[in-house]
Nanobody
Framework: QVQLVESGGGLVQAGGSLRLSCAAS????????WGWFRQAPGKEREFVAA????????DYADSVKGRFTLSVDLAKNTVYLQMSRLTSEDTAIYYC???????????????WGQGTQVTVSS
């Protein structure tokens, strides 16, 4: 089993930047895919970004493409989500997750972090 702990959320003004981190522990050798998802109040959890185990291949939701960047530090078993040009539409709880494949399908992810709140003020 993989345990995930996110950090880096907070309050930021529109147009600003924020970097989220997600540290993995446990059976990290089973991680094939990393993912970031988010859930805004009253909405379903949605895909944000994904990568293969080393970050060599990435995939982004259209809504964040060009503004968010996912990267992986294998030595630290940590995945990052660099977010820039933030808008109020990005306000949500952000979750990292791991899967045994590189995918954007939420149901394929079997380990989830506790989430970190990102609030963008306009």
């Amino acid at each position: 089993q993989v345990q995930l702990v996110e950090s880096g959320g907070g309050l930021v003004q529109a147009g600003g930047s924020l970097r989220l981190s997600c540290a993995a522990s446990g059976l990290t050798f089973t991680i094939i895919g990393w993912g970031w998802f988010r859930q805004a109040p009253g909405k379903e959890r949605e895909f944000v970004a994904a990568s293969n185990f080393n970050g060599g291949h990435t995939d982004y939701a259209d809504s964040v493409k060009g503004r968010f960047t996912l990267s992986v530090d294998l030595a630290k078993n940590t995945v990052y989500l660099q977010m820039s040009r933030l808008t109020s539409e990005d306000t949500a709880i952000y979750y990292c997750a791991t899967a045994r494949r590189f995918t954007r399908e939420k149901d394929q992810y079997n380990s989830w972090g506790q989430g970190t709140q990102v609030t963008v003020s306009s």
